[in-house]
């Protein structure tokens, strides 16, 4: 199972803000490990969208923001679109476990 | 441009093994390690371990110890991930990712690669 955890699921309607959490511990989050958020659509590979806790690789829209504090970490998007439904991840570095590599549990993101 | 090009889908019976290629292309190939990535129908992603190709040093999840072996074939810019004594619950989809370098986390990721374990 995941050390990181998120919520399930999140919605908005069109134009709106919201928000995913990734609440990790003291060994990786707490530790200062970079948190990364990945993208993935319906039947397609994840996608890098948020790196270093707070870059955005080239091309992701600036909508998408990323932040880190103490032993979590949050995902923004602002102005939901349509195309913005798909399940987003974060990944960090854990120093506790031979999984060294750790994926959060995923959150769908509905628009309604 | 960069891509990661993943080998296709696979049957396989419980108890055999399975073998999986992601070929790169567009970058350096012995410049970025790769990571092995899968996810179960509807689950979320599991990381598996991680192969630099530029030595072949690996790290693998202490789930998969014992039954996975990454490798690399620098001469065609190839890793390869094989996965033994399959069972009913390695049915997934099998991702190549590789590790950015300027930007971190898993920046290109190759298509996916889907296997299913049945009797």
């Known amino acids: 199972q995941s050390v990181l955890t998120q919520p399930p699921s999140v919605s908005g309607a069109p134009g709106q803000r919201v928000t995913i959490s990734c609440t990790g511990s003291?060994?990786?989050?707490?530790?200062?490990?970079?948190v990364h958020w990945y993208q993935q659509l319906p039947g397609t590979a994840p996608k890098l969208l948020i790196y270093?806790?707070?870059n955005r690789p080239s091309g992701v829209p600036d909508r998408f923001s990323g932040s880190k504090s103490g032993t979590s970490a949050s995902l923004a998007i602002s102005g939901l679109q349509a195309e913005d439904e798909a399940d987003y991840y974060c990944?960090?570095?854990?120093?506790?476990?031979?999984?060294?590599?750790?994926f959060g549990t995923g959150t769908k993101v509905t628009v309604l | 441009q960069v891509q990661l090009v993943q080998s296709g889908a696979e049957v396989k019976k419980p108890g055999a093994s399975v073998k999986v290629s992601c070929k790169a292309s567009?970058?350096?190939?012995?410049?970025?390690?790769m990571h092995w990535v899968r996810q179960a129908p509807g689950q979320g992603l599991e990381w598996m371990g991680i192969?630099?190709?530029?030595?072949?040093?690996?790290s693998y999840a202490q789930k998969f110890q014992g039954r996975v072996t990454m490798t690399r074939d620098t001469s065609t810019s190839t890793v390869y991930m094989e996965l033994s004594s399959l069972r009913s619950e390695d049915t997934a989809v099998y991702y190549c990712?590789?590790?950015?370098?300027?930007?971190?986390?898993?920046?290109?990721w190759g298509q996916g690669t889907t296997v299913t374990v049945s009797s």
């Open positions: 270093g806790n707070s």
């Open positions: 990712a590789r590790e950015g370098v300027s930007v971190y986390g898993m920046d290109v």
């Open positions: 567009g970058y350096t190939f012995t410049s970025y390690y």
């Open positions: 003291s060994s990786n989050i707490g530790a200062g490990y970079d």
């Open positions: 990944q960090s570095y854990d120093s506790s476990l031979s999984a060294h590599y750790v």
């Open positions: 192969i630099n190709p530029s030595g072949g040093s690996t």
